[in-house]
């Protein structure tokens, strides 16, 4: 059974088609990196995975069961564009809050862990309102890590990052994806996302212009895949 | 159980979130006292008329204080794209409502609570007579409002007009639950228990606030992901 199923999906604002037929599978233990060029569609279709919006047309299954069901939020962690924390909590206050949703069986067990894990047990009573950005992106990952999702939804995960966020969350995710976890990323910064990535998809105008295994030629060259089967 | 503890996690993190910023209560608070205190001089309070219309009085300016606090709901939820991280854990979109809704409800039954004992003085009315049909009255009248205002502030959230959006669309909705609450509110500020044709906004007031909370909470789902 696929992690991921993405069947035939369409996604319209209003009249304009924002994913057009889109069929993509990534099976458990996958790394799939979604490229293209903005507008290509690649935020649509991760936020459309995660279920904040459903499809037009198709389907998505999420080891089998539909994004909205609560086995499959249960199963999924998404870093969007936002760090999705409370500025006015602390750290500790923000990851035991998510793990009592997630209905964890020791949230501030699980919330001490994480915080450890991404180097801000020292400050885990601090306000977020208070971290550098770079804090606050940490935290971000280990909110998203906190209830150890199967399925990992990453959009443009090493944006704005510094340099500490980034090996920490590369970290992670070579974890994750030795651990057995799926992980489908949006990304321009195809060297990161590449070197991780076991399988490779390229939007354009919504649709998908490629999608195949992740090769030596588009690890050495991240710009093979646009070259290759872009718009140039 | 675990939704109940759900929806307790929901409204101690909105309440919490309140305390330390303090945005919309300290906003809500303020209006309502200086609208009561400006009413105040604009009325005779020795006047009879002026008690008589004291239950409306005090249900408009609950209504526009209860707004600013109700503005805030989702749009807390805004910055950081919180709602995305709530959108994707794994409860119902009711707990969610539910969670917020409480939380709403305490913040603007206490600015009301606050705001009581100042109109008593200001209009010289002495509310405590018939204090927990009054109690009562103004707790079916605030989970009405709060609600409405709650499943809206949902609704509006990602509107760039929001602060407007959202006393239009709720106002005409609450009409009959805030007629309910004057009608009844004016009795009782007067020293009359509830009794009479009262007894049937009293019903009403029962009936707007479990209609609307079960259309809330079928409803929500479909509002927050469409």
Not at chain 1, 193 to 212: C, H, I, M, P, Y
Not at chain 2, 137 to 147: I, S
Not at chain 2, 208 to 223: C, G, K, P, Q, R
Request: charged share 20%; net charge positive.
């Amino acid at each position: 059974m696929s992690a991921v199923a993405v069947d035939g999906v369409w996604k319209y604002y209003g009249d304009y088609p924002a994913l057009r037929d889109v069929r993509l599978e990534a099976p458990p233990g996958a790394c799939l990196a979604l490229i293209g060029r903005n507008g290509a569609g690649k935020t649509t279709l991760l936020r459309t995975i995660a279920g904040f919006s459903r499809p037009g047309r198709g389907k998505i299954r999420i080891f089998g069961k539909e994004p909205r069901d609560t086995e499959a939020r249960r199963m999924m962690g998404f870093i969007g564009h936002g760090i999705s924390v409370y500025d006015e909590l602390s750290a500790l206050e923000n990851l035991k809050l998510y793990g009592k949703l997630y209905g964890l069986a020791d949230p501030k067990k699980s919330a001490m862990e994480w915080l450890e894990r991404t180097g801000l047990e020292r400050v885990r009573n601090g306000l977020v309102r208070e971290f550098s950005r770079g804090m606050r992106q940490r935290l971000a990952v280990a909110r998203a890590f906190l209830h150890e999702p199967s399925v990992l939804l990453l959009d443009e995960p090493f944006t704005a990052l510094d340099d500490r966020a980034i090996a920490v969350l590369q970290r992670l995710l070579r974890e994750g994806l030795a651990a057995g976890k799926t992980i489908v990323m949006s990304t321009h910064q195809l060297r990161e996302a590449l070197e991780l990535s076991t399988q490779v998809a390229l939007l354009v105008r919504g649709k998908v212009a490629f999608d195949g295994p992740c090769t030596p030629e588009m690890v050495q060259d991240p710009g093979y895949v646009y070259a290759r089967y872009g718009e140039g | 159980m675990r939704t109940i503890r759900q929806v307790i996690t929901v409204a101690v993190k909105d309440l919490r979130a309140e305390l330390r910023t303090k945005e919309a209560i300290n906003a809500s608070l303020a209006f309502a006292l200086v609208i009561l205190l400006m009413f105040s001089f604009a009325f005779d309070p020795e006047a009879d008329t002026t008690r008589e219309i004291s239950g409306g009085l005090l249900w408009i300016v609950f209504a526009f204080a209860g707004t600013l606090i109700l503005n805030r709901s989702f749009a807390r939820e805004v910055p950081n794209d919180c709602l995305d991280a709530l959108i994707a854990a794994p409860v119902p979109g009711a707990v969610l409502f539910l969670g917020k809704a409480i939380a709403n409800f305490v913040l603007v039954l206490a600015v009301e609570l606050v705001s009581l004992p100042v109109f008593g003085v200001f209009y010289n009315v002495k509310w405590t007579q018939q204090f927990w049909e009054l109690m009562g009255v103004m707790a079916l009248a605030t989970w009405g409002m709060t609600v409405i205002g709650t499943i809206f502030s949902a609704l509006t959230v990602n509107i760039r007009l929001r602060e407007v959006m959202l006393p239009m669309l709720t106002y005409p909705i609450l009409v009959p639950a805030l007629i309910g609450a004057m009608r009844l509110t004016a009795g009782l500020v007067m020293g009359k228990p509830i009794g009479g044709d009262d007894a049937a906004w009293l019903r009403m007031l029962i009936g707007f606030d479990v209609m609307y909370t079960v259309a809330s909470l079928v409803l929500v789902e479909t509002v927050l992901v469409g």
